[in-house]
């Protein structure tokens, strides 16, 4: 039986490929595919999630490619399938999917010894790290999502973050109906009648002082009081695969603290 080869252009499933115990089998990845760092320090780069060195790609002779709707150019993933025997999809919208995607890659890498039982382990989890957050049945708290600036880029309702997010009572205020990454004005925000701006950590690499810049930004384009603003761990809020079980961890620990600066904002009146 042919040993499976594979290039991961996902950095989400890249980590999670590790963690099904299939370290050996990856030849591949991109710059952006950075956990587990010490395990995957000799693994070769092609380039990055969307400008892949397809010669490079060939060169690696994989029988295995991992790509993303969202992530991944679609033109790229066309002319890598020419050559590569075995391209796998994937495309989670909501939390759930990760259940799917454990079984599929489970049952695709089967036969490499100890992945089955990996990938039930990782069902397990999920489900367990899904009902702890459930359990706290949290009131909906409206926030805006952001996730680039210049320009400003948010996430609606019908994404992977938004409905990590909602598992924390965390409700994007983008409507179904807009683009799933809708480009917004300073006074769009301003009016966006979210509680909180979440700046994520990735793939703007949004800090703390952003949070102070944004508040003057917005108070010059309302006379209201500025929603809250607070930084948050991109790769817990947006990385799918075994990730998502300990972001969703976070993600209650994290809405707790948000109550608290809420409470701490609405006492001095809000930002100006």
């Not at 089955?116 to 489900?127: G, I, V």
């Not at 805006?144 to 600036?149: N, R």
């Not at 700046?199 to 949004?206: A, H, Q, V």
Request: proline fraction near 6%.
């Amino acid at each position: 039986m042919t040993r499976p080869r594979i290039v991961s252009l996902v950095p989400s499933l890249t980590e999670m490929l590790c963690a099904l115990g299939l370290r050996e089998q990856l030849v591949g990845r991109t710059g952006f595919c950075i956990h587990p760092r010490e395990s995957l320090r000799e693994v070769p780069k092609v380039g990055g999630t969307k400008d892949v060195d397809v010669e490079r790609v060939r060169a690696l002779a994989p029988t295995h490619l991992v790509v993303n709707v969202d992530e991944n150019d679609r033109d790229t993933v066309e002319r890598l399938a020419g050559f590569v025997p075995q391209v796998i999809v994937t495309h989670p919208i909501v939390v759930e999917d990760n259940l799917a995607l454990f079984d599929r890659f489970g049952a695709e890498f089967a036969q490499v010894p100890g992945v089955s039982d990996a990938a039930a382990a990782l069902s397990l989890r999920l489900r367990e790290a899904l009902a702890r957050a459930r359990a706290r049945c949290f009131e909906p708290l409206p926030v805006l999502y952001m996730i680039w600036k210049d320009p400003w880029m948010s996430v609606g309702s019908q994404t992977f973050i938004a409905s990590m997010l909602a598992h924390a009572g965390l409700h994007s205020v983008i409507e179904a109906a807009q683009p799933r990454y809708p480009v917004l004005t300073l006074a769009q925000i301003a009016d966006s009648r979210a509680r909180a701006v979440l700046l994520s950590s990735e793939p703007w690499r949004f800090e703390e002082r952003h949070c102070g810049l944004l508040r003057q930004a917005l108070a010059e384009h309302s006379r209201d009081p500025v929603p809250h603003c607070a930084t948050i761990d991109g790769e817990m809020a947006s990385w799918y695969g075994s990730r998502a079980i300990d972001g969703l961890d976070y993600l209650v620990g994290y809405r707790e603290r948000l109550e608290r600066e809420l409470d701490a904002y609405a006492g001095h009146g809000g930002a100006r």
